[in-house]
Structures are given as structure tokens and as C-alpha cells.
């Protein structure tokens, strides 16, 4: 399912040509507002426009931008970000350095592709794929037609659980489902419950604090009180999802690495009649116990290849939060593979 972006030269800010302007688009918009919020704070958006593909962005004025640049194709590629972009911000999308940065990695992707990417939460929020990799997530999220089961995984920051929120909060809005189930393991309560202070709901709750946190994002704080109290949300441990059939629901399974295999097992085969399941995790960052296989790892192994069953797996090239995260992965996945080559030696 996961594709690796196309690679794209960094390109410094092309210098104007003594004696002779550069070859320009001049783009029409019809909302001067608009516009002002396509350029961002200081015109930082266009900086990055200009960093990325090569070209020299300026607006003067009255809903005109001008695209300059020596290269067609790259003239090009930047008038369909900024179009995309410019759409983006008329249906209440942000729009800052990092959406036109993933903009631009995507610049070569059809225009209908863009749309796929985007999830709309009805009287919620919208979210965007950001990266190509987010992209084709988004997509297999929303094919009902091909997938009942999705697995994401990746290192963390991907937007792998937010986005299968997002995702299964528009399902529920809209009435295609008549549930929200979100489940993670909570791999600490075996251990150390007991001796928190509270009742089993106050001692479950900071595990699951994640999961609320994407669900107000998508849903909104009132909006998301108002499902739960009425049990149209349910997010608990993945140990209560033993013995239950789940129809018509949208159930994502969070951090799945923390499962065992009889875990995984009992949780992939509660799916019911009209419900589909995500399941979300990083199999490099498992906190169960050292020689206790992961469940996560384990069905990705032998599920590979099940019709209506797929299978994302995103790289570091997806990682969305601050810059440094990414880098932080990279890092540890260099020192994972020279301790994994000491050990062969």
C-alpha cells in the first residue's frame, strides 16, 4: 500500500536575470483575503513554496499571484499548490509552511488525488493528508469497497491514529455507522493498577487520554461529550473487548504493538456485520515484556495479502509533527540497525 515520495531537489531562490524578467504565471483569485492567508505571516508560506520548487512567488495585489521561475515544470507544479492550497483555505483548511511543504511533495498527483486525501468530519473538523504516504492511508481509510480492516503502522507522528479517528468520527456523524469503539492496550494495568488511587475508570483513564485528545480534535469538545454520554463513543482497554460482537461500528485498535497474540487475535475477530476496524501501531516500540512477542508484528505477518485486508506502512518521510521528531527516528532506527549488525557479527 505505502509508496516512498518523489524525490525533490532542493532548490534555492532563483535570481532575477539582469536586463530580462523571468518567465511568469499570473494566477486570478477572486477573495484578496484569501490570499493574504496563501502567503502567510510575512509571506512565510510563499518562502517555503519558493524553497521547495524553485520558483519566485509574489502577490501584488488585488487577488493576483505570480509565479516566476526558468523551469515550466516547476511553474507548473507551484500554480497547482497554490490552486490546491487556495481551495484548501475556501473550505476552512489550515493552511501554514507544513501543509505547503506536503503540498509540494504532492505537486505531481493528479487533482482528484488531493481530494481523496481529504476526510471531512460533519459539524467537525477536516483533515488533510499532508504526505504522500498520509495520502494513500486516507484513501484505503475511505474505501469501504475494498477494505473492512486497515493497518497503519509507523514510527510515531505519522498521523497513523488521528487520522483513523477523524476518519470513523466522519463515519459517525454522517450515520454510516451507529458506533465509535477506540481500544488500545493499557500494557501498565496488569502491573501497577492496584496501587493507583480511584475506581477502575479513574485508574484506566490516563491510557486513554491519546485517543480523547484525537477524538476533540476531530469532533470538537461538545460534540464529543454528547456521543459519549449517549454510548455512540466508547473508548476503553483493549480487555473489555473480550466476548463482544461488534456491528455496525468503527472500531480502531491503538498502540497494537502492546498486544500479545492471543490479544490481537481476540480483538481482530470481534468485527461484526456492516463494521470496519483499523488497527494503528509502531512494531519497533513495544513495552511488553522482553522475550513476549508482539501481536501487532505477528498479524502483519500472516495477514499480508487476506483479500479486503491492508496493509499502509509509513516511513519516517510521513512523519508530520516538529521538524526534529523525524530526525529523532532516523536516528534511532541507525543505531537499531548498528546494534542489530553487532550482534549478527
Known amino acids: ?110 487533482p482528484g488525488v488531493a481530494q481523496d486525501g481529504i476526510i471531512r468530519v460533519p459539524r467537525g473538523a477536516s483533515f488533510a493528508a499532508r504526505t504522500p504516504g498520509q495520502g494513500d492511508y486516507v484513501r484505503a481509510l475511505k474505501d469501504e469497497a475494498a477494505y473492512d480492516m486497515v493497518f497503519g503502522v509507523g514510527p510515531a507522528g505519522t498521523g497513523k491514529t488521528l487520522l483513523a479517528v477523524a476518519q470513523g468520527a466522519s463515519q459517525l456523524a454522517q450515520g454510516a455507522v451507529e458506533r465509535l469503539v477506540i481500544t488500545r492496550p493499557a500494557v501498565e494495568a496488569g502491573e501497577r493498577l492496584g496501587f493507583l488511587p480511584g475506581d477502575l475508570t479513574e485508574k484506566i483513564d490516563p491510557y486513554l487520554l491519546p485517543i480523547w485528545d484525537a477524538l476533540r480534535d476531530a469532533l470538537g469538545q461538545r460534540l464529543s461529550d454528547k456521543y459519549r454520554d449517549e454510548g455512540r463513543v466508547e473508548i476503553a482497554p483493549l480487555a473489555f473487548m473480550r466476548g463482544r460482537t461488534l456491528n455496525r461500528a468503527f472500531i480502531v485498535v491503538d498502540e497494537a504493538q502492546n498486544a500479545t497474540i492471543p490479544q490481537m487475535r481476540m480483538v481482530l475477530t470481534r468485527l461484526g456485520e456492516g463494521s470496519r476496524m483499523v488497527v494503528t501501531g509502531d512494531p519497533t516500540q513495544t513495552d511488553l515484556r522482553r522475550g513476549e512477542p508482539s501481536g501487532l508484528a505477528h498479524a502483519l505477518g500472516i495477514l499480508d495479502g487476506v483479500p479486503r485486508i491492508a496493509i499502509h506502512r509509513f516511513t519516517r518521510a510521513d512523519v508530520v509533527r516538529h521538524g526534529l521528531v523525524a530526525s529523532i527516528v532516523d536516528a534511532y532506527e541507525n543505531d537499531d540497525a548498528r546494534q542489530e549488525g553487532r550482534a549478527g557479527s
Open 1 to 110: 500500500m505505502s509508496r516512498s515520495p518523489k524525490p525533490r531537489p532542493k532548490a534555492s531562490r532563483p535570481p532575477v536575470r539582469e536586463g530580462r524578467r523571468l518567465p511568469s504565471e499570473t494566477l486570478h483569485f477572486e477573495d484578496a483575503a484569501l490570499v493574504r492567508s496563501l502567503a502567510g505571516a510575512g509571506h512565510e508560506n510563499f518562502a517555503v513554496l519558493e524553497a521547495e520548487l524553485g520558483v519566485r512567488v509574489e502577490a501584488p495585489g488585488g487577488g493576483q499571484v505570480v509565479v516566476m521561475g526558468e523551469e515550466a515544470r516547476a511553474r507548473i507544479d507551484a500554480a497547482r499548490v497554490l490552486n490546491g492550497l487556495y481551495a484548501r483555505l475556501g473550505e476552512g483548511l489550515l493552511v501554514d509552511p507544513a501543509a505547503v511543504r506536503a503540498a509540494c511533495l504532492m505537486a505531481g498527483d493528479a
